[in-house]
């Protein structure tokens, strides 16, 4: 069965790295992509970006632009997402969810880890 | 970038009733919409992709429909478990924008 497993729960200070990780099994790492998704306390669903893990191509939104770096690697079937400067603002629950091909839709999901940034 | 936008952002409804959820996108999506089911403390389910096409599993009092860029969740007769907030997504251009959360309450 697909499994997506988060790393756990980060809590940092300001102006700190965190590196979450996702681990996949269950499928062809390599033939979906991976998606990030970001969800702030009592807020909606937010997309970062997603990294082609065939190709390692990403593609991020503007705001996760700079500061935000998506990687996979397909010998341990694992994606990171790397968080750099990190502010109050990004505390937030991140989730790894697998995305399809041809519609890129996010048919499974990781559990999520909680990045809490504070001083 | 293409803008998501859903109505109501929250409803009271009761077991049996019929709900429905719009979602409108921005511009021309074609039919590269899909909706996702949160319950509190958990990741987000996937329930249907491609504007109508229900996920495997996925109980058939759910469905979805569109009419150029208006698109509809409509669960039939809602059941206890059916509680929960829905998004929309559009995965028609990047960044695939969801939209901001339908919260269905008793």
Known sequence: QVQLVQSGTEVKKPGASVKVSCKASGYIFTRYGITWVRQAPGQGLEWMGWIRIYNGNTEYAQKFQGRFSMTADTSTNTA???????????????????????????DYWGQGTLVSVSS | DIQMTQSPSSLSASVGDRV???????????????????????????????????????????????????????????????????????????????????????
């Open chain 1, 80 to 106: 990171y997402v790397e968080v750099r400067s990190l502010r109050s603002d990004d505390t937030a629950v991140y989730f790894c969810a697998r995305a399809e091909s041809n519609y890129a839709y996010l």
């Open chain 2, 20 to 106: 429905t959820i719009t979602c409108r996108a921005s511009q021309n999506i074609v039919s590269y919409l899909n909706w996702y089911q949160q319950k509190p403390g958990e990741a987000p389910k996937f329930l249907i992709y491609a504007a109508s096409s229900l996920q495997s599993g996925v109980p058939p009092r759910f469905s979805g429909s569109e009419s150029e860029t208006d698109f509809t969740l409509t669960i039939s007769s809602l059941q206890p478990e059916d509680f929960a907030t829905y998004y929309c997504q559009q995965s028609y251009s990047a960044p695939y924008t969801f939209g901001q959360g339908t919260k269905i309450e008793i």
